[in-house]
């Protein structure tokens, strides 16, 4: 691979410069050691501020990377730009991975599928609204600007790129037991929109944009369509398959490690197939995620159900703090603000435009299809509120990795640019996610303690989910009789008849039920059907769901 993090000081050359990088290299060693230290010391700050109200991890990582790139170019006099650059070819092939599979893994199935359709109107249509929004925007503002170097597929990227929301910062406040509805939809449409966005972005640079017509329009719609459920089909054949190697061949006989390996080379070959046949990667890991975590994980022993969830949370929380670091580091890349500097103005005015076409594009989709949700949901319990349609407007206003690594594609050549419309476009795209990601971050907890006052995340206690999807607890280790690992404790009945006739049984999860236990378990593992082996994960638990 070459060079990711590129750096022109002497002390500090390259980060990778290949996929292995040279241990005679001491350059490359002072890097490695000054970034991995700056990892810990983003984790224990993140620690330390865990009960404030107004930082959370992301927000810690990006000043972190702020102030350390300030800290390095103080001591070489502003002669050294190159901190680190950024590279959109290793945030999409390993750092995003683990977290979008972690996400599948550790969701609540239930939750998630019976809002698919709402997700899927958010995240999708949505997303959608809000490319045309941003993107009419740019073509009849950035006249204004003198952006006249910029052709229609510049301006459709980047409507694509600020489409792309990260609701990291949200998703760290909200409770899934608490909120399970709103947790839900903001973390289903985030992964929804991720999908969406890329998806968008590759199709526009594939299509050409000199003769559009209506044909045109429903061929990317099509396209649309198809990467979706092929996307969604591959991740599910994938996580079957891992269920269905390790069911029969029982790899915990003889060696957890084993079983454990296969889970996660099976999740990565995931995400590289649906690289290598050009579909959405986002889609495919994260299906994937879910099916393993429904089948594959039930498969395992004991221990390797522990070293899973541990691991699988774990590097994607080291993921997303490498990335946000990584963000606040590349955002003083010197040579950039160089080529903008005779036009500053341009560069905030572009940047405050572009923050006002977020706000407006969110609130053009989250309150009418909100509306159209509610009316398909029979009871109020169900309906969303509108206090619950501001946090879910709110959770889309910060944007982050996904718009970096889209602008970066769009506008440099490897990390770098000298067409000053292009730096424009790089340093209003770093300004516009320091912005949002700071600032609206900050006034995310005190905004969800003020319109949800009773159903913030606890401080302190343990929850029986996790609380977001980089984060994990482990009541699941006293005993493996959880439906999965994203129930930690026995799911509350219906303590009346009241409740049963509320709900109709007759529901698309009922039949999918029956058909799960007649068919897909027998053959793919899970809980009640597992093989019944001494040393098994069935062998103190061997009752059906």
Not at 180 to 198: C, I, M, R
Request: proline residues 4%; contains cysteine; glycine residues 6%.
């Amino acid at each position: 691979m070459v060079s990711d993090m590129v750096t022109s000081m002497a002390p500090l050359q390259s980060f990778l410069m290949k996929m292995g990088v040279n241990t005679s290299d001491h350059a490359s060693i002072v890097s490695i050691n000054l970034f991995v230290a700056l990892l810990c010391m983003c984790i224990v700050i993140g620690h330390l501020l865990e009960e404030n109200r107004w930082m959370n991890e992301s927000i810690t990582a990006l000043i972190i990377g702020l102030c350390s790139g300030v800290i390095i170019l103080l001591t070489t006099g502003g002669k050294s730009s190159h901190i680190l650059v950024f590279s959109e070819d290793l945030f999409f092939i390993y750092l995003l991975p683990p977290i979008i599979f972690n996400a599948g893994f550790q969701v609540k199935k239930k939750q998630f599928f019976r809002n698919f359709m709402t997700i899927t109107l958010f995240g999708a249509v949505g997303t959608l609204i809000s490319f045309v929004i941003i993107s009419l925007g740019v073509i009849l503002l950035f006249k204004k600007f003198d952006m006249a170097l910029l052709d229609l597929g510049d301006y459709l990227a980047i409507g694509a790129i600020f489409s792309a929301t990260d609701s990291v910062c949200t998703l760290q406040v909200l409770s899934q037991d608490d909120t399970p509805l709103l947790y839900s939809l903001v973390f289903g449409e985030g992964v929804v929109n991720d999908a969406t966005s890329v998806v968008l972005f590759n199709a526009i640079q594939n299509f050409d944009l000199n003769h559009i017509d209506l044909r045109t329009a429903f061929q990317l719609i099509g396209n649309f369509v198809y990467l979706f459920f092929t996307s969604t089909l591959l991740g599910a054949v994938a996580g079957l398959l891992s269920a269905y190697i390790i069911k029969k061949l029982y790899f915990g006989r003889h060696s957890t490690d084993r079983e454990v390996a296969l889970m996660i080379l099976m999740a990565y070959l995931s995400y590289a197939l649906a690289e290598l046949f050009y579909l959405s990667g986002i889609l495919t890991v994260f299906f994937c995620g879910i099916v393993m975590s429904h089948y594959t994980w039930h498969n395992v022993t004991e221990s390797s159900r522990v070293t899973t969830k541990h691991a699988f949370a774990t590097l994607s929380f080291i993921a997303e703090t490498f990335i946000f670091l990584y963000v606040g580091m590349d955002a003083l890349d010197i040579d950039k603000w160089r080529v903008v500097k005779s036009s500053a103005g341009k560069s905030i005015g572009l940047s405050s435009m572009l923050v006002g076409l977020v706000l407006l594009g969110r609130a053009a989709f989250v309150f009418p299809l909100s509306f159209i949700s509610n009316l398909t949901r029979k009871t109020p319990e169900e309906k969303i509120t509108f206090r619950q349609q501001v946090i879910i407007w709110w959770a889309g206003l910060m944007r982050g990795a996904v718009s970096m690594a889209l602008a970066y594609n769009q506008f440099t050549r490897v990390g770098y640019t000298q067409l000053p419309g292009n730096a424009v476009m790089i340093t209003c795209t770093i300004t516009v996610v320091l912005f949002s990601t700071v600032l609206f971050g900050m006034m995310t907890q005190p905004l969800i303690r003020l319109i949800l006052p009773h159903h913030s995340k606890p401080a302190h206690g343990v929850s029986s989910e996790p609380s977001s999807p980089k984060s994990f607890l482990v009541p699941f280790l006293e005993n493996g009789s959880g439906e999965g690992p994203d129930s930690a404790r026995s799911v509350a009945r219906p303590s009346s008849l009241r409740m049963l006739l509320r709900a109709p049984t007759h529901t698309v999860h009922y039949y999918w039920r029956k058909f799960d236990n007649a068919f897909m378990r027998p053959m793919f593992g899970g809980r009640g059907f597992t093989p019944f082996i001494p040393g098994s994960p069935t062998e103190s638990s061997n009752n059906v769901w």
